[in-house]
C-alpha cells in the first residue's frame, strides 16, 4: 500500500548549513506521528517540505503516491490540512469567516460553507464564537477556532507545528486530546512538538515517534516501545525519567545541574 | 438576502451624494449655470466616481494580496510607470499639440503596464515572498522617478509646467469623451476584482495558509495585480495620478466594517467613488477664483483622517 505522504531523502539546506539532512520518512493513512526534538532540529522545516511550502535542495515528496510538485492547490488542501506554528492575521474578521475560508476548496455556496463552519466550530467547543471579531479571542478561544478550521477543511492528513505554543497547561492537554480523538475517527496526524511531556496525553500504542537532531533522523519508533527513554536520550542528549500519574506516561530531562 | 440589499442601498446612496456633489462650487445661477452643470460638473462627478471606485477598489485588493497595510498600486510602482509614459510622450513629442487625446492615455498604459509586467513576473515566482514584491514595486517607483525628473529638466518651461500640472492629478479636463473611453477600464477592472473575492477571502489569513487551503496563490497575485494596473493606468491617463485614494478608503472600510474581502473590496469601491467627487468639490470651493487639485485635496483631507483611525485603535 502506498504511503500517504512521504518524504523520500529530503535535504534543506539554509545559510550552507543543511537544516534538514537526508530525512526519509513515511506517514501512512490513520497514523499519529509526533515529530520531536529541539528548537531547530528541522521540525518545522519538515512539516513544510511536507506541504510544499519551500523547495527541498535534493529529495522529494510524495503524496498518495504522486509527486507533490505536480499536483494542484486543491488537490493539496483535501489532503492536507496545516496548522502553522505563528498565529493566524490579526485582521478585523468574523471567527464564522475564517473557518468557512478554509473551504476554499469545495467550490461550494457561501451558505453551505458557512453551516460546515458552524458544526466545525461546534466540534470544537467553539460554536458560541461563530460570531465574535478574531482580534477580541483569548488564547484559548483563538485555539479552539484554529482546531475548528482544521476541521472544516477535511483534510485526510493534518499537519500541526507546535499546536501547544502559547497556551495555558489545560489548553495544551486538551489540544492533544482533540487531536488524538480525531486520530481514533480515522484522520491522520502528523505533530510538531518540542514539549514531550504533553505526549501523555495521547494514545501511545498508535503514536509513532520520529526523533530529529540536527536536521537528521536520530530514533523513531512507537511511543509505548520500552526503548523511548533511550531515544529520547538521543534525541537530546540528556538522559529523561519516566513518570506515571492517573495510567498516563509523562518524560522530563533529568538535568545534572542544580537548580539553586 | 439582506447583505445584497444593503449594498444596494449604500450604493444609490452613494449615487446621490455623487450626483450632489455636481452643485457644490461658485453659484450655478444665471444663464450658463444649466449648461455648466451638464457639461463640466456632472462629467466630471462621474468621471471622479469611476476614477475613485477604481483607486480605492484596487487600493483594498493590492493590500490583501501583498499582505501589507501600506501597499497601493502607488507603491507597487504602477502609478509611477503611467506617470513616466506621460512624462516621455509630453517631451518626446513636440509638446502641447500632442497633449490631447490619443498620445497620453497611450503612454500612460505602456508605462504602467511594463512597470507591472515586471511587478507580475516578480510576484509570479513560485518562492517570491509578498515583501519582495513590495520593494521591487518601491525599487521600480524610485528609478521612473528618477528618469521623470531627469525628463522634465530636459524640456522647456511650458512643457514642464504642463506635465507639473498634470502630475498632480486634476478632473477639471476630463470630459464625456475621455469618460467614454475610461468606462470600459473600470467595467472590466470592477469585475475582475470583483471576481477575485472568493480566494481572496483566504488570502486575507494569510499567504502560506492560503497556498495550503487550495489557493493557486501566485496566480491569483498576478490576476489581481493585473486587474489593479489596468484600471489604476486608465485613471492615470484620465486624470494623472491622483495618491491616498487608495491607501486610505480601504483602511476606513475596514475600520467600520471590518476586514472581509467580501465586504471591504465592495464597500472601497462605494466609498472611493463618493470620497473623490467630494474632494474635488471642496478643492472646488477652497480658494477663491482658483481651484485645488483634486489630488492635493485627498491627500491633505485623507492623510489625518487615516491618523485619525489609526491612533484611535493603538488606543484600544
Redesign the interface.
Known amino acids: 500500500m502506498t504511503a500517504l505522504l512521504a518524504l523520500n531523502r529530503a535535504t534543506v539546506i539554509a545559510g550552507g548549513l543543511p537544516i534538514l539532512d537526508d530525512v526519509s520518512i513515511e506517514v501512512a493513512e490513520g497514523e499519529m506521528i509526533a515529530i520531536i526534538g529541539a528548537n531547530g532540529s528541522g521540525k518545522t522545516t519538515l512539516i513544510r517540505a511536507l506541504?510544499?511550502?519551500i523547495?527541498l535542495d535534493s529529495g522529494t515528496v510524495q503524496v498518495e503516491g504522486k509527486q507533490l510538485s505536480s499536483m494542484?492547490?486543491?488537490h493539496?488542501?483535501?489532503v492536507?490540512?496545516?496548522l502553522?506554528q505563528e498565529g493566524?492575521?490579526t485582521?478585523?474578521?468574523?471567527v464564522e469567516?475564517?473557518v468557512?475560508?478554509?473551504r476554499?476548496?469545495f467550490d461550494e455556496p457561501?451558505a453551505v460553507a458557512l453551516e460546515a463552519a458552524h458544526l466545525a466550530l461546534a466540534e470544537a467547543g467553539a460554536g458560541d464564537l461563530a460570531r465574535r471579531?478574531v482580534t477580541e479571542l483569548s488564547g484559548g478561544e483563538r485555539q479552539r477556532v484554529e482546531l475548528a478550521t482544521m476541521v472544516a477543511?477535511q483534510a485526510r492528513c493534518w499537519l500541526l507545528d507546535e499546536p501547544a505554543n502559547h497556551l495555558d497547561p489545560v489548553w495544551r492537554a486538551r489540544t492533544l486530546r482533540f487531536l488524538d480523538g480525531k486520530v481514533s475517527e480515522g484522520i491522520t496526524a502528523l505533530v510538531a512538538l518540542h514539549d514531550v511531556h504533553l505526549l501523555g496525553h495521547v494514545d501511545p500504542s498508535r503514536t509513532r515517534v520520529i526523533g530529529l537532531r540536527e536536521g537528521k533522523i536520530v530514533w523513531q519508533g512507537q511511543l509505548d516501545h520500552d526503548q523511548f527513554g533511550e531515544g529520547l536520550e538521543q534525541i537530546h542528549g540528556v538522559p529523561f525519567h519516566r513518570m506515571e500519574s492517573a495510567g498516563n506516561e509523562f518524560w522530563l530531562p533529568a538535568l545534572e545541574e542544580d537548580l539553586s | 438576502m439582506t447583505a445584497p440589499l444593503r449594498l444596494l442601498g449604500w450604493t444609490l446612496v452613494g449615487i446621490a451624494i455623487v450626483v450632489a456633489t455636481a452643485w457644490i462650487g461658485p453659484s450655478l445661477a444665471g444663464e450658463r449655470g444649466d449648461l455648466i452643470l451638464i457639461e463640466l460638473r456632472l462629467p466630471r462627478a462621474l468621471a471622479g466616481a469611476l476614477v475613485g471606485a477604481v483607486l480605492s477598489a484596487a487600493g483594498a485588493v493590492v493590500q490583501i494580496l501583498l499582505?501589507n497595510p501600506l501597499a497601493t498600486p502607488s507603491t507597487v510602482g504602477t502609478t509611477a510607470g503611467a506617470t513616466l509614459g506621460v512624462l516621455a510622450a509630453l517631451v518626446l513629442g513636440s509638446g502641447s499639440t500632442l497633449l490631447g487625446f490619443p498620445l497620453l492615455p497611450a503612454a500612460a498604459f505602456i508605462g504602467a503596464l511594463t512597470v507591472t509586467l515586471v511587478i507580475s513576473a516578480v510576484a509570479s515566482r513560485?518562492?517570491a515572498r509578498t515583501e519582495d514584491v513590495l520593494l521591487a514595486g518601491i525599487a521600480l517607483t524610485l528609478a521612473t522617478g528618477a528618469v521623470s525628473s531627469v525628463l522634465r529638466l530636459g524640456v522647456d518651461q511650458i512643457t514642464s509646467l504642463s506635465a507639473l500640472r498634470w502630475s498632480l492629478g486634476s478632473l477639471t479636463m476630463v470630459g464625456m469623451d475621455r469618460i467614454a473611453m475610461l468606462t470600459p477600464f473600470v467595467v472590466i477592472t470592477l469585475l475582475g476584482l470583483v471576481w477575485l473575492i472568493?480566494?481572496l477571502?483566504?488570502l486575507?489569513?494569510?499567504t502560506?495558509?492560503?497556498?495550503?487551503?487550495?489557493?493557486?496563490?501566485p496566480r491569483i497575485r498576478t490576476l489581481g495585480l493585473g486587474f489593479a494596473s489596468l484600471g489604476v493606468a486608465a485613471c492615470v491617463a484620465t486624470c494623472g495620478p491622483i495618491a491616498f485614494v487608495g491607501l486610505i478608503c480601504p483602511h476606513i472600510v475596514?475600520r467600520i466594517v471590518?476586514?472581509?474581502p467580501?465586504i471591504l473590496v465592495p464597500g472601497s469601491m462605494l466609498l472611493g467613488a463618493v470620497f473623490l467627487p467630494l474632494c474635488d468639490s471642496i478643492g472646488r470651493v477652497l480658494v477663491d477664483q482658483r481651484e485645488i487639485p483634486v489630488g492635493v485635496v485627498t491627500a491633505a483631507l485623507g492623510a489625518p483622517v487615516l491618523f485619525w483611525l489609526v491612533t484611535r485603535r493603538s488606543r484600544n
Open positions: 506541504l510544499g511550502l523547495s494542484g492547490a486543491k493539496r488542501a483535501r492536507m490540512a496545516w502553522p493566524s492575521a485582521d478585523v474578521l468574523l469567516d475564517v468557512a475560508a478554509s476554499y476548496r457561501r471579531w477543511q | 499582505q513560485n518562492r472568493r480566494p477571502e483566504v486575507v489569513s494569510g502560506e495558509r492560503a497556498r495550503t487551503r487550495g489557493v493557486e496563490v475596514r471590518g476586514a472581509a467580501r
